[in-house]
């Protein structure tokens, strides 16, 4: 693995496991944290879901459909977002959490970027060659599969996700 990408993977474990600025993350949340590599992605998506198992008393509408973060850039941001298989949706930026719900038609359009895209064909990790100076690096995680990318590395079938996730976090 090119140290650029496992100096990232390490942050973005880091920063996603609750040992960076954000107290309210936790190092044991399956449904955002990211592996450090991609042994350690392909063995965890074997036996990982798209996200936790409804509690009891929980409807199975409230699980995860998709769990993205995106981190880096030049103002070094850290955001991450969850969407349930109804809606709904929390962004954690460092602004702070925030709840709400898609609407039907962003809904349908997520679900339906998320579907046209065979997960199983991208690979897990996807690595700018050092071209691209302070870009995002993306972590999406749908249907028990992490796929990691970098700006100047980002698979096309990956980007239409990645911009409709982006204009979630934007809202």
Do not use: H, W
């Given at each position: 693995?090119?140290?650029?990408?496992?100096?990232?993977?390490?942050?973005?474990?880091?920063?996603?496991?609750?040992?960076?600025?954000?107290?309210?993350?936790?190092?044991?949340?399956?449904?955002?944290?990211?592996?450090?590599?991609?042994?350690?992605?392909?063995?965890?998506?074997?036996?990982?879901?798209?996200?936790?198992?409804?509690?009891?008393?929980?409807?199975?509408?409230?699980?995860?459909?998709?769990?993205?973060?995106?981190?880096?850039?030049?103002?070094?941001?850290?955001?991450?977002?969850?969407?349930?298989?109804?809606?709904?949706?929390?962004?954690?930026?460092?602004?702070?959490?925030?709840?709400?719900?898609?609407?039907?038609?962003?809904?349908?359009?997520?679900?339906?970027?998320?579907?046209?895209?065979?997960?199983?064909?991208i690979p897990n990790v996807n690595a700018n060659d050092g071209t691209v100076a302070d870009g995002f690096t993306y972590s999406v995680?749908?249907?028990?599969?992490?796929?990691?990318?970098?700006?100047?590395?980002?698979?096309?079938?990956?980007?239409p996700i990645l911009g409709a996730l982006s204009a979630v976090v934007s809202k």
């Amino acid at each position: 693995m090119k140290p650029r990408l496992a100096a990232a993977a390490v942050l973005l474990a880091l920063t996603l496991t609750g040992c960076a600025d954000d107290p309210g993350a936790t190092a044991g949340d399956a449904s955002t944290a990211p592996s450090q590599t991609q042994s350690q992605t392909q063995s965890q998506s074997q036996s990982q879901s798209a996200g936790p198992s409804p509690t009891q008393g929980e409807s199975p509408s409230a699980q995860t459909l998709v769990a993205f973060t995106r981190t880096g850039g030049i103002a070094g941001v850290n955001d991450r977002l969850t969407v349930a298989q109804d809606g709904s949706y929390t962004i954690q930026t460092r602004g702070g959490t925030k709840t709400g719900k898609l609407t039907a038609q962003e809904l349908a359009a997520l679900k339906q970027a998320l579907g046209s895209v065979d997960f199983t064909k991208i690979p897990n990790v996807n690595a700018n060659d050092g071209t691209v100076a302070d870009g995002f690096t993306y972590s999406v995680i749908y249907n028990g599969r992490e796929i990691v990318a970098e700006d100047g590395a980002v698979p096309p079938a990956l980007q239409p996700i990645l911009g409709a996730l982006s204009a979630v976090v934007s809202k």
